[in-house]
């Protein structure tokens, strides 16, 4: 079967591997569409927070695919079924997953190539929650990538008024689109964006420098601020002492939960949550090589892709 593979640093190829044979609790599918989740997977191809930073190695949570084997153990699925798979195997032709790991029915009325996103979208969702996001709070949401884009739905259902920061206009525009009541450039826009502010909630999708956040006299983080490192890094390292006046609390990213799959699939279903609009480009499965080679050298060019298996 085929399979993506970051050979080396800085190189995929697309290999020929064994099918994975399918166990009596398992169900064995076979990818129908699988999206690209940008920042993670450039972590582990260039040797970013991600990946140990060894070779081969691969990442890949987003596959929409049909049940075309099941074990004598498994009771909820059956033959033809169409899924979503919140495990890690990677963009490969096969895979196979338990019931009771992060597998949910692909939403109805949900075109497959959306419901790859339900991933992403489990990402900012669970982050939110654990930020405690409510209609009280004033959110800034920094970074405008498929994460960056649904923790401004996330946290526009959740109730609070929400800004994005993003250096990049037309994903400003789309951030807008997508429910955002505000949108900046932090770089020109620095002050408006302070003006705007200050905010008791920071779904921080970008890296930024949290430091810059906290600043006295100009901190955009208000007394008692929630932030949630959702980006990925090696370190987080931040002023002690101004975190401390402010009173703020960190929340560390994780992976979604299976409660949390469950009812962003709902929402994606309900057409509360976007996610066809993260989606820049549906390409066939051989063209990977040159989407990750853009991913390398280009990343800013690249919007949510999803390679299509059946092309």
């Known amino acids: 079967m085929k399979g993506i593979m970051f050979t080396a640093k800085g190189v995929t190829e697309i290999i020929d591997e064994p099918r994975p044979e399918c166990g ?58 169409v899924v979503y798979t919140g495990t890690f195997p990677g963009h490969v032709e096969y895979h196979t997953a338990r019931e009771s790991a992060l597998i949910v029915k692909s939403p109805p009325g949900l075109g497959y190539e ?73 770089e020109t826009e620095a002050e408006a ?41 090696f370190r987080v390292d931040y002023n002690f002492l101004w975190a401390s006046m402010l009173r703020v609390s960190f929340h560390q990213s994780t992976h979604f939960d299976r409660p949390t799959l469950d009812e962003v699939a709902g929402l994606a279903a309900g057409g509360t949550l976007d996610l066809g609009a993260l989606i820049k480009d549906v390409v066939p499965i051989d063209a990977a090589v040159a989407i990750y080679d853009t991913l390398r050298d280009d990343p800013m060019s690249l919007g949510g892709t999803v390679f299509d298996w059946g092309r």
């Open 24 to 81: 009596e609790d398992e169900v064995l599918l076979k990818t129908l569409f699988s999206g690209v989740s940008n920042g993670t997977e450039r972590s582990f191809l260039i040797g970013g927070p991600y990946g140990n930073q060894k070779w081969p190695n691969r990442i890949g949570y987003l596959n929409i695919s049909e049940v075309v084997e099941k074990g004598s153990a498994i009771t909820q699925y059956e033959l033809g079924d």
């Open 114 to 186: 959306a419901a790859t996103m339900l991933g992403l979208a489990g990402v900012s969702y669970f982050n939110a929650k654990q930020a405690g996001v409510s209609a009280k709070d004033e959110v800034l949401v920094t970074g405008s990538g498929g994460i960056g884009f649904m923790a401004v739905q996330a946290a526009k259902y959740m109730g609070a008024h929400v800004t994005l920061a993003s250096r990049t206009r037309n994903r400003r525009e789309l951030g807008a689109k997508l429910g955002a009541d505000a949108a900046f450039d932090p």
């Open 193 to 233: 964006l302070r003006e705007n502010g200050s905010y008791s909630v920071l779904l921080e999708c970008a890296g930024v420098d949290i430091d810059s956040l906290m600043k006295p006299k100009n901190a955009l983080l208000a007394p008692f601020a929630r932030v949630a490192l959702v980006a990925g890094r």
